[in-house]
């Protein structure tokens, strides 16, 4: 088995180290802005919870139908703590085994993994906006509130801007980092 490069295995302490941001920073952040909210609204979703203007933002959502967001309803907030940490811990091994192949794997673990976390952040996203509650006082026909997964949105009066927050970007700079890395240790054969 090939033995895996110096910048590979740089890359995989740079790679544990951005996703330990994940315990400090938040991951993604929606940003709302209203004519009667100036100074605008925000929620950011963290590792393992919710945080923000999120009681202002279930206020606004009660007149509209949509469920009130709660951090009790995400399961996510468990299993992506323990997710992240087996991957580092992962990491670790594949760092003393220093084998290519252990690094593809690793690789295509944590693709695996942040496309499956896009996705379900992206199914919450669409069961919240488009699940409303029939008898809401705010009904407009065939509206649905579903927030952007990344990106600006106009929904009604409401300007939508989602994004990643520092630990998001760390997160994407993982993958970046990884597939990066993965190609040039395939290219050093």
């Known amino acids: 088995m090939k033995k895996l490069t110096k910048p590979g295995r740089i890359s995989i302490v740079i790679a544990m180290l951005f996703l330990g941001t994940l315990w400090l920073f938040p ?7 209203a004519p009667q909210y100036p100074g605008g609204l925000s929620m950011q979703i963290w590792l393992n919870d919710v945080k923000g203007d999120v009681p202002i933002i279930n206020g606004l959502n009660h ?15 468990i299993f992506l703590p323990i997710t992240m940490l087996l991957f580092i811990l992962l990491g670790i091994v594949v760092l003393i085994l220093k084998r ?3 690094y593809y794997i690793w690789t295509v673990l944590f693709i ?4 499956f976390s896009f ?32 990106g600006y949105k106009k929904l009604l009066n409401f300007e939508v801007l989602s ?4 630990g998001g970007w760390f997160y994407i700079g993982t993958g970046v980092l990884l597939v990066a890395i993965t190609i040039y240790e395939w290219k050093k054969k």
């Open 27 to 33: 991951m993604w952040r929606i940003d709302l802005r």
């Open 63 to 77: 007149y509209i139908g949509m469920n009130e967001i709660k951090k009790e309803d995400f399961r996510e907030f």
């Open 100 to 102: 290519k192949l252990y």
């Open 112 to 115: 695996c993994i942040a496309a």
């Open 119 to 150: 996705y379900d952040f992206y199914m919450w996203e669409y069961n919240y906006g488009h699940h409303l509650d029939p008898h809401a006082p705010i009904q407009v026909p065939g509206m649905s509130y579903q927030p952007p997964l990344f």
């Open 163 to 166: 994004q990643p927050d520092v």
